[in-house]
């Protein structure tokens, strides 16, 4: 008679692949004859050891270590096994059963991967720190799960100080944090962080979506950021994106393919987005620009990841109101595109050293200030007047030579500062006669200053 242990370790083993060579394999493996008599198991055990993965190979060598007939608990020996980095911890809050965050604290010597479930069980940023994470240096990946899939009234700690008592150490590479709805959350704020994906799955129920409070998500300093699936931002009213890789997919990007702000349904994307701020962002793919109406300010800084979508990815933003652009690589506007922003008002380019002309602007129907500085070669003015432009500044504009022939025919314009043009000497008499019949409060006396150059004020 045979041992049924030995039957069953063997039936696992080789079900584990149902192919012929897997079968042969185990049939001929040298272990077999180790065999000492017909009732010993030890090559079958020895057999199904070697085919393990090696971690958990070394879980049952670390067994080898207890004496004869000691009697030990599973959940003292997981603890072994987790404290010399030996498997992945799973690791379930849940104060009725005794598991608490606070068990992690002397566990320092955790190793490779880290996963926390259940964190609505942690009731502040007190009880959180005493996981003592920020000393497990060896920790390479952190998993952190709220596990709310739903609004749950009973569920009404505060995230973001959970968070922060949750600072892993800076060795960490790669983090995962699965937040659900968070119904009440209004700022998340991430910095110098590395390859972060915000996963949001489509809703069709208006009542559960994600992150329906979120207001002002700040990410800084990360090396990748992406969205994937229909982000559900309802609340979204500003979003800060600072050097930073990001990317969106999954995200319809015409307002054909999805539904009015007022309209609920699955495809709402930022439909309250009002002020978006992009500073060095080197790479910006996927954003659906063109669903996002709402969009009254925006602010792009130093971020070749724009370079070759402007000024195209500006078309149908018809609620901006104010657009800054500083070190764009954009040499001059498409007239179209600038006719479809109705509401935009202020302009300011600054730093964009490949912008040589304003043509296209004259088609901004509602533009009243215009500040251009330190384009050095910017020195060709628009063909057409702008024709409600109340103020008017130019600073450090080397390239500069004259001012544009239409500038008589602006009647509302207020201010007019030119300085630090040096290339722009002097009025023409013919100008100067203009300014001076259309703009009496202004003082037009031409100041010498070897510093700046030249100022008209």
């Known amino acids: 008679m045979g041992s049924p242990l030995a039957a069953k370790t063997v039936g696992k083993l080789l079900e584990c692949s149902l192919t012929k060579k897997h079968w042969k394999d185990v049939l001929e493996n040298d272990l077999w004859t180790l065999k000492t008599n017909a009732h010993d198991i030890m090559p079958a055990l020895a057999l199904s050891y070697y085919h393990l993965p090696q971690h958990l190979q070394q879980c049952f060598v670390f067994c080898s270590l207890f004496p004869k007939n000691h009697v030990y608990y599973k959940d003292e020996l997981i603890c072994m096994w987790i404290a010399n980095g030996f498997d992945f911890l799973k690791y379930n809050v849940n104060k009725e059963t005794g598991f608490l965050v606070a068990q992690l604290r002397n566990m320092n010597e955790l190793r490779t991967r880290l996963s926390i479930k259940d964190l609505r ?46 600072q892993p150490h800076p060795n960490l590479e790669e983090l995962h944090i699965a937040l659900g709805l968070l119904p009440s959350l209004e700022g ?16 069709d129920d208006s009542e559960n979506e994600m992150f329906p409070s979120l207001q002002l998500p700040l990410l800084w300093n990360c090396t990748t950021l992406s969205f994937t699936g229909i982000p559900m931002f309802p609340s979204l009213q500003r979003l800060s994106l600072r050097n930073t890789k990001v ?15 007022t309209t609920p349904g699955p495809r709402k994307v930022f439909p309250h987005l009002q002020e978006l701020t992009m500073v060095q962002c080197n790479e910006m793919n996927g954003f659906p620009w063109a669903i996002c109406v709402a969009l009254k300010k925006l602010h792009i800084k130093n971020s070749s990841g724009m370079d070759d979508k402007l000024p195209g990815c500006l078309r149908g933003l018809s609620s901006l109101t104010l657009l800054n652009l500083t070190g764009a690589k954009i040499k001059t506007f498409d007239a179209e595109v600038m006719a479809t922003l109705h509401a935009l008002w202020r302009l300011d380019l600054s730093d964009c050293n490949k912008l040589l002309s304003l043509e296209g602007l004259q088609a901004l129907p509602s533009l009243t200030v215009l500040w251009i500085y330190r384009c050095p070669k910017f020195r060709s003015w628009c063909t057409a007047e702008m024709a409600k432009l109340h103020e008017l500044v130019i600073l450090s504009c080397q390239d500069l030579e004259s001012l544009p022939n239409w500038l008589h025919c602006l009647s509302s314009l207020e201010a007019l500062t030119i300085t630090r043009c040096p290339k722009l000497l002097s009025l023409a008499e013919g100008d100067r006669a203009l300014i001076r019949g259309i703009f009496p409060v202004f003082n037009h006396s031409i100041k010498s200053e070897k510093k700046y150059g030249r100022t008209f004020s």
């Open 247 to 261: 990317s969106f997919t999954g995200i319809p990007t015409s307002s054909s393919s999805s539904s009015s702000p």
């Open 121 to 166: 069980n942690i009731d502040n940023r007190k009880e959180a720190m005493k996981a003592k994470l920020k000393e497990k240096c060896h920790i390479k990946s952190l998993y952190l799960d709220w596990n709310i899939d739903s609004v749950d009234d009973d569920c009404k700690h505060d995230v973001e100080e959970v968070l922060e008592g949750l």
């Open 188 to 203: 998340l704020h991430f910095s110098d962080c590395e390859n972060i994906t915000i996963e949001c799955e489509s809703c």
